[in-house]
């Protein structure tokens, strides 16, 4: 389970350059993710500055 | 909306530092070219701690005034324990600058060149045919449009999103991205207003630091990177901010900014049929101290020479575009590399031995390991250390 606190998320797009599934994009609008690319690495969360992305990790 | 061609020589996608001095170089080398940004303000808001030495100063050529927040003659640097090491820059002084005005600078001086400079415009896929970069899927406003390149430039920075869609691997490693986060405050008590500050050690900042780069009129760029922390960068920042009050009991947040900084994983290969990645989207930074400015403009200007040679030969072959690769690794990869080996050891020392490299290095010296020189030196020191000879041999 992925999933975004969008009012903490700053738009910095820090989480798109280490996701290796190009499962998320920084838009204006904020962040998209694409959960049918997405293999809950939990990368993306590792690096988050902000502490805005929550993934339950898979196998 | 304001008419774009159809057709560019040239696509340059991301008016970061790296995409405008691609632009310019290549619009003023004759090119038809076109830079598309997706911020609906190019250079805001900022991702960066806006420090610059005087040699990126002059790389970027008479930076006017407007650019710059505060001149800076030193820098301070605390070991965990307090102790601190302080070293002044001389006549070599820094900058520290104000990226909204620079960056909207430096698109302006592409657009004076010649390049078709377009904000609030997105790339949103790359159009591949037989193998080359053919053109670009683009969205301004929620129109969708496809424009068509000889070559296309993914400066897109850290996301590096476009060069992926192209087919190429720069996806940064977790080990080498530093989690970055940051305050520009006002009214704070600093040290030294003309020197900027940086506080190591564990506690502080895990495989990082914690920076204050003075604005003026008592303002700075307080942040802190770190890298496989954890807890979430703005954790430890809120922490150090909170156990300082003497310097920052009266502040006040005037903007917040994080983002990712590459610092290592550099590339072998940069190119692909009509495809050059410059800047942070190819981790063009430096990877002790986070400075990607100088790096992007550097590169930038590379990449521009051999675009504008491999379009003007009608070959925009990978093969073509590969004296990039050569060239860049020559001028700045290898430098570059040394540092990320310093890196490596700095990250792995642990806070009795920073103490022990504060009491040792004069500044000067640490100023050469920063640009990858002298590290034999380094290696010196650490190797008495029993614990430390299998690491220190990686400086040797
Ligand atoms: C917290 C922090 C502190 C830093 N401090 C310093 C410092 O003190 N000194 C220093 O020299 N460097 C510093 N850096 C690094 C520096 O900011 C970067 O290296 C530099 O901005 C890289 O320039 P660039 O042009 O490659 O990328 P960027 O400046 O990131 O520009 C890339 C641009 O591409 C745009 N873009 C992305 N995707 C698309 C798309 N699909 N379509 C259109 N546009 C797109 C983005 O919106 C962005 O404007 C810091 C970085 C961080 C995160
Ligand atoms: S890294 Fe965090 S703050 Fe930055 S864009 Fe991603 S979710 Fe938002
Ligand atoms: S969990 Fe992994 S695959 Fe999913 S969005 Fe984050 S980095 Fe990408």
Redesign the pocket.
């Known amino acids: 389970m992925w999933e975004i606190d969008r009012k903490k998320c700053l738009r910095?797009?820090?989480c798109v350059g280490v996701c290796p599934k190009l499962a998320l994009?920084?838009k204006e609008s904020g962040i998209n993710h694409d959960e049918k690319l997405c293999i809950e690495c939990g990368l993306c969360k590792r690096i988050c500055?902000m502490g805005a992305i929550k993934v339950e990790e898979g196998m | 909306m304001i008419k774009m061609d159809n057709e560019y020589d040239v696509i340059v996608?991301?008016?970061?530092?790296?995409?405008?001095?691609v632009a310019e170089k290549c619009a003023l080398g004759g090119l038809k070219v076109l830079l598309?940004?997706?911020?609906q303000e190019?250079?805001s808001p900022?991702?960066?701690?806006?420090?610059?030495s005087v040699s990126?100063e002059k790389m970027f050529g008479d930076l006017p005034e407007k650019c710059v927040a505060k001149r800076i003659n030193g820098c301070i640097i605390y070991a965990p324990n307090k102790k601190n090491v302080v070293i002044e820059y001389g006549e070599h002084g820094g900058y520290?600058?104000e990226?909204k005005i620079l960056?909207k600078w430096l698109a302006t001086r592409a657009s004076i060149a010649g390049a078709h400079v377009r904000a609030k415009?997105?790339?949103?896929d790359v159009i591949k045919e037989q193998g080359f970069v053919k053109g670009v899927k683009?969205e301004s406003g929620g129109e969708r449009f496809e424009i068509r390149t000889k070559l296309l430039v993914a400066?897109?920075?850290?996301?590096s999103?476009?060069a992926r869609k192209a087919g190429m691997e720069t996806t940064n490693q977790l080990v080498n991205v530093?989690s970055?986060?940051?305050y520009e405050m006002a009214s704070l008590k600093l040290k030294d207003p003309d020197k900027i500050e940086i506080f190591m050690g564990s506690e502080v900042a895990p495989r990082g630091y914690v920076?204050i780069?003075p604005k003026g009129n008592n303002t700075a760029?307080v942040?802190?990177?770190i890298a496989m922390a954890e807890k979430p960068a703005k954790n430890y920042l809120d922490k150090f901010i909170e156990d300082n009050p003497d310097i920052f009991g009266d502040a006040g947040i005037l903007e917040v900014?994080?983002?990712?900084?590459?610092v290592g994983g550099f590339l072998k290969n940069m190119v692909d049929n009509g495809l050059v990645v410059?800047?942070?989207?190819?981790h063009?930074?430096?990877p002790i101290?986070?400075?990607?400015?100088?790096?992007?403009s550097m590169?930038?200007k590379i990449a521009g020479e051999i675009i504008i040679r491999a379009v003007k030969n009608g070959d925009v072959s990978k093969k073509a575009l590969s004296e990039y690769n050569q060239v860049w690794w020559k001028e700045r990869g290898h430098a570059l590399e040394r540092v990320q080996k310093l890196r490596e050891v700095v990250e792995k020392l642990n806070d009795d031995e920073l103490n022990m490299l504060a009491e040792n290095l004069s500044g000067k010296e640490i100023i050469e390991f920063t640009r990858g020189k002298k590290l034999l030196n380094l290696g010196k020191l650490l190797i008495k250390k029993p614990r430390l000879m299998k690491l220190a041999k990686k400086l040797f």
């Open positions: 910095c797009g820090a994009e920084l500055p | 996608v991301g008016a970061g530092p790296a995409g405008s001095a598309l940004e997706k911020r190019i250079g900022k991702r960066c701690a806006e420090g610059i990126t520290v600058v990226r960056d415009t997105e790339v949103t683009a400066a897109d920075g850290m996301e999103f476009v530093d970055g986060f940051q920076w780069f760029n942040g802190i990177g900014n994080s983002g990712g900084i590459p410059v800047g942070d989207a190819a063009q930074v430096n101290h986070g400075g990607g400015l100088k790096e992007a590169a930038g």
